[in-house]
């Protein structure tokens, strides 16, 4: 066990996209005018290869989507970079747009209901130089439409989304982000939105995607159970903060944040065995996470953590890293407690 600076490089290979150190903060006014600062995302980083998908979880309002939406370059950093296949990334626009994509969570407000499927795909082919003709439109669509099970593809491209479910419109969404050719997708809840029964199928797409094709994928999510069917490595965020990630069966298995913990003993699991951070009955002990505008100093979990000492109120944890990759930003490690979280929960996972 070791403490290092923070990396998230999972392979050899360069990062096809990577946030190294990023932090978002936004300028508010409340009721009166007065201004405020909210400190979204603080010193995070987050490295995505191709063929891998990393997914980030954490409660609503932890930073998740700024993240992925500063890794698009639709918010600019505070501080930090973002790094495209190992450089600085060039400054938003249609070269880069051509390589990274970003997944919308809802599908109904994503795309434009006055068109039908074959101009909703057909001029993200023209826009970035991918067919000329009707004829090399239509055939592209009907491939783009194949490629997410949309089958038989012409029952589909004359189709507007008021005439398709949800499943099938997240579908087109995702054909709509294929169509430019990019390395890189960015899974904003991808399939909250939809109906349970078949988040699996658009699951199972995004993986052939990744498998297939050699996408590397970000896909955000406060649901472990898809994180760990889906994903590679987990990636856990709280108030900004990225406080552990690696392997995900390490992750799952053996968490070393009280944070990660907490969202584990919190998913819906019939074969919990033992007590876990926390039970149904206290929940509300644990508190609720922390205003943004003023957050707690050093770790911002330690209000809410049964653990917590001086050194967590003072400043945030440097990076412990352990021999199988997975890495935490915790004070128990860098005081030698880690037994103390392991006896604390026990959960056996399938």
């Avoid at 491939?143 to 029952?155: I, Q």
């Avoid at 990225?242 to 053996?254: L, N, R, W």
């Avoid at 209000?303 to 935490?328: H, I, K």
């Amino acid at each position: 066990m070791t403490t290092a600076a923070p990396t998230s490089d999972a392979t050899d290979e360069p990062a096809l996209l990577a946030a190294v150190d990023v932090s978002k903060h936004f300028t508010v006014r409340d009721q009166l005018g007065r201004k405020a600062t909210v400190r979204a995302v603080e010193h995070a980083s987050v490295a995505l290869h191709r063929g891998r998908v990393v997914a980030l979880v954490g409660e609503s309002g932890s930073g998740k989507t700024t993240l992925a939406r500063m890794l698009a370059q639709f918010h600019p950093v505070s501080s930090g970079e973002i790094r495209l296949a190992g450089h600085r990334a060039p400054p938003a626009g249609r070269g880069y747009f051509r390589q990274v994509q970003l997944i919308f969570q809802d599908p109904f407000s994503s795309l434009n209901t006055l068109h039908k499927v074959r101009h909703i795909l057909g001029r993200v082919l023209r826009v970035h130089g991918h067919a000329h003709t009707r004829a090399e439109v239509e055939e592209q669509v009907l491939s783009l439409l194949n490629r997410v099970n949309l089958t038989p593809a012409e029952e589909f491209i004359d189709k507007r989304p008021r005439e398709m479910s949800g499943g099938q419109l997240q579908r087109v969404a995702i054909a709509r982000a294929l169509a430019v050719r990019p390395t890189v997708l960015l899974g904003d809840e991808p399939i909250s939105m939809l109906d349970v029964s078949i988040r699996l199928d658009v699951l199972n797409l995004l993986a052939r995607l990744c498998d297939e094709e050699g996408l590397a994928l970000l896909y955000i999510t406060h649901d472990i159970a898809s994180a760990r069917y889906l994903c590679d490595e987990v990636q856990v965020m709280y108030a900004g903060q990225t406080v552990e990630g690696g392997p995900k069966e390490a992750v799952i298995q053996s968490p070393k944040h009280p944070y990660t913990r907490l969202l584990i003993d919190s998913s819906p699991d019939p074969d919990r065995t033992g007590r876990g951070l926390r039970d149904q009955d206290d929940a509300e002990d644990l508190g609720e996470p922390p205003n943004l505008t003023a957050p707690p100093d050093g770790c911002r979990f330690h209000p809410r953590c049964p653990f917590a000492m001086d050194d967590c109120r003072r400043a945030f944890p440097d990076r412990t890293t352990f021999a199988d990759g997975q890495w935490a930003h915790c004070w128990l490690h860098q005081h030698g407690r880690s037994a103390e979280l392991d006896r604390t929960t026990s959960k056996e996972l399938p």
